[in-house]
């Protein structure tokens, strides 16, 4: 296995238990301090088990959501990884959200250092008319 192979399946697992609700396999893909930074360039440090209890606070009014890889793809620095991903999920009124999101991941050790998140507005999933 080369490192890029861990580094890729560091943050399918980070996904996966996300996608879980497997709170505790989640902080341990995580290093600590971790790096949040979000949609609109905030950045937010947490320690793992922090970073755990702030993603239990914000999905709890959320009855759907998920991560659904598109694609995960090692960059050439050894240890940074990108992950094409749709968001889905909603809450108790709207679970049809869908978001093309692409996650920037700055590993170190094999544990996530820092989480970048580039969001794009909801997205069809077939292209609509007058598309070039």
């Known amino acids: 296995m080369s490192d890029q192979d861990g580094l890729v399946r560091a943050v399918k697992g980070f996904i996966d238990c996300l996608n879980a609700?497997?709170?505790?396999?989640?902080?341990?893909?995580?290093?600590?301090p971790f790096l949040r930074v979000g949609g609109q360039a905030e950045v937010d440090v947490f320690t793992p088990e922090g970073y755990v209890e702030w993603v239990k606070?914000?999905?709890?009014?959320?009855?759907?959501?998920?991560k659904e890889v598109r694609s995960i793809i090692?960059?050439?620095?050894g240890k940074t990884v990108f992950?094409?991903?749709?968001?889905f999920g909603g809450s108790r009124t709207d679970t049809g959200r869908r978001n093309a999101s692409l996650y920037v991941f700055s590993l170190d050790d094999g544990r996530i250092r820092r989480m970048a998140l580039y969001q794009m507005p909801s997205v069809?999933?077939?292209?609509?008319e007058g598309w070039h």
């Open 124 to 128: 069809p999933d077939e292209p609509t």
């Open 74 to 77: 090692p960059g050439s620095d």
């Open 83 to 87: 992950a094409d991903l749709i968001e």
């Open 21 to 32: 609700h497997d709170w505790d396999g989640l902080a341990n893909y995580l290093a600590d």
């Open 57 to 66: 606070e914000v999905l709890s009014g959320v009855v759907v959501y998920g």
